[in-house]
């Protein structure tokens, strides 16, 4: 529900029901017109235009709020925001709109104009076609004792038009408020940008190496890829290209930006654990010590199939996780000696180049078994980046490592985070529905945490304040370089 963030200002959730109370001339529709999109708002004044022969048509009246009742119920009924702009003085028809919202688990929020009179009754003097004095005058006695019936409506919150207000998407509550935090006590945040799509047109190496400059220019530590032999449908059709990872990630160790280079994540069935071992071993050695290995028990049967590759169970993949991060250390060891180990037996670990410096390796996933797994032996776990999933599997983490011995700072917490980022309000929206296919908007928005930079820096610094130490960051509208700007200020207010 709206709360106040600093003196003056309080937040609405988006999405919301949000019904505006006040007299004509109160600064109804320019208070929407300043805070929503245009989509966004149901005016009666416009429908009558629609039904009648303009907005001052009264005729049109009966029609135009008619209209507006399916537009309304339409709108919230999908969980999109929806501003009803009209006087809002019926309790009957305000009773019709909470309920659709009460429906819908949509917050529902009325928002009261009680400006002055005087100021109501001169811009009503200053307009083309003003209302009756008479009836301004009813509207303005109207409005005084509103605030009463309102406060006994229900209404999840009733504020003042004459107050602060900015929006806060409802899937990043307290968002807003972290955003002030970090603004003004900075915490530090890695982030790793992972690319999962490759519009590459012609020049496949070209873009690469132009992403991973944008990349560095807009502050990354680092790049990840995907380990996948076909696209994955999360990210895009079958028969959109995928490169093998560690393959392009040696064309990109050719470049002097400094990022970090690895996957998120590797499956073990997909290469035998020595021969991993030694692609990342000469990856690190090609880019001056600056690999990591993301590894996990892979997840999709269908590319398993289609490469004639074996797909065992849940628990044979979990036990291969198992030997193949003991079989990793022991072939990045110091020396050629052999090794005995748990799961791995070895004549001699004669690998070579050897590691320029230690490898880290992120367990990605958060099953029971596999949080245990990264917490008795990886160097980080990559957890889902949603708040409510984080609050739930960091504890288990932390469990497992004090049932090994280890300190839970040992192992770092990393998260894959796949955002809809936009220049505005206006452009988020306009990603969301260049992007969501058949899923609903709401449902999507929700889902990739659709908003503004400011939204994603306060959800970022909640992540921050749970021991989050990297994001990895997968934009889903990534089509070149010039999209990372908008990132930019992100990733530069944690640097």
């Known amino acids: 529900m709206p709360v106040t963030v600093n003196a003056g200002t309080q937040l609405i959730p988006d999405p919301a029901l949000i019904v505006l109370v006040g007299a004509a001339g109160s600064g109804k529709s320019t208070w929407a017109a300043r805070h929503y999109l245009p989509t966004e708002i149901v005016s009666s004044d416009r429908l009558r235009a629609v039904v009648g022969s303009g907005e001052h048509d009264l005729d049109a009246s009966d029609d135009a709020f008619s209209l507006l009742e399916h537009i309304v119920a339409a709108r919230v009924g999908r969980r999109l925001t929806t501003v009803v ?44 076609r003003s209302v009756p004095a008479a009836v301004l005058d009813a509207q303005l006695a109207q409005v005084r004792d509103t605030g009463g019936q309102l406060a006994a409506e229900g209404w999840d919150a009733v504020l003042r038009g004459s107050a602060g207000h900015e929006t806060e998407p409802a899937h990043s509550p307290g968002s807003r408020g972290a955003a002030l935090r970090q603004q003004d006590r900075p915490a530090g945040l890695e982030f790793i940008l992972q690319i999962s799509r490759f519009g590459w047109g012609e020049d496949p190496a070209g873009w690469l190496r132009s992403v991973a400059s944008a990349a560095a220019e807009a502050g990354f530590a680092g790049l990840a890829l995907m380990d996948h032999l076909i696209q994955i449908p999360q990210v895009g059709r079958s028969w959109e290209p995928i490169p093998e990872p560690w393959v392009t990630l040696g064309l990109l160790a050719g470049l002097d930006n400094g990022l970090r ?51 065992p169970s ?109 220049r505005d309000r206006e452009h988020a929206a306009a990603l969301v529905e260049s992007l969501r296919g058949p ?21 970022y610094r909640l992540l921050a304040e749970r021991g989050v130490s990297a994001v990895f960051v997968s934009l889903p509208d990534l089509a070149g370089p010039g999209d990372l700007a908008r990132l930019a200020p992100v990733v530069g207010s944690f640097a």
């Open 314 to 422: 849940a628990g044979t993949r979990l036990a291969m996780l198992e030997t193949e991060i003991e079989m990793l250390r022991a072939l990045w060891q110091p020396g050629t000696k052999a090794y005995r180990g748990r799961h791995v037996h070895l004549p001699e670990t004669t690998c070579y180049p050897r590691p320029v410096t230690p490898i880290p390796v992120i367990v990605g996933g958060s099953g029971e078994r596999t949080l245990g797994i990264a917490a008795r032996l990886a160097d980080g776990c990559n957890l889902p980046s949603d708040v409510a999933s984080l609050d739930a599997r960091l504890p288990v983490l932390q469990a497992h490592c004090a049932r090994a011995g280890r300190d839970p700072a040992e192992v770092t917490v990393t998260v894959l985070d796949v955002p809809v980022i936009g």
């Open 439 to 459: 899923t609903e908007a709401a449902a999507f928005a929700r889902r990739h945490h659709a908003g503004v930079a400011a939204d994603h820096i306060g959800r």
């Open 85 to 128: 702009d009209t006087l809002g003085l019926s309790p009957d028809r305000r009773r019709g709109y909470l309920a659709h919202a009460r429906r819908a688990g949509l917050p529902a929020v009325a928002v009261l104009f009680d400006t002055d009179a005087a100021v109501c009754r001169q811009r009503n003097r200053s307009r083309d």
């Open 261 to 311: 280079l690895g996957t998120l994540v590797t499956p073990v069935t997909f290469r035998p654990p020595g021969v991993l071992a030694k692609t990342v071993a000469t990856l690190d050695a090609l880019s001056g010590g600056r690999a990591f290995c993301g590894i996990g028990a892979g997840w999709w049967a269908r590319e398993h199939a289609a490469f004639g590759l074996p797909f």
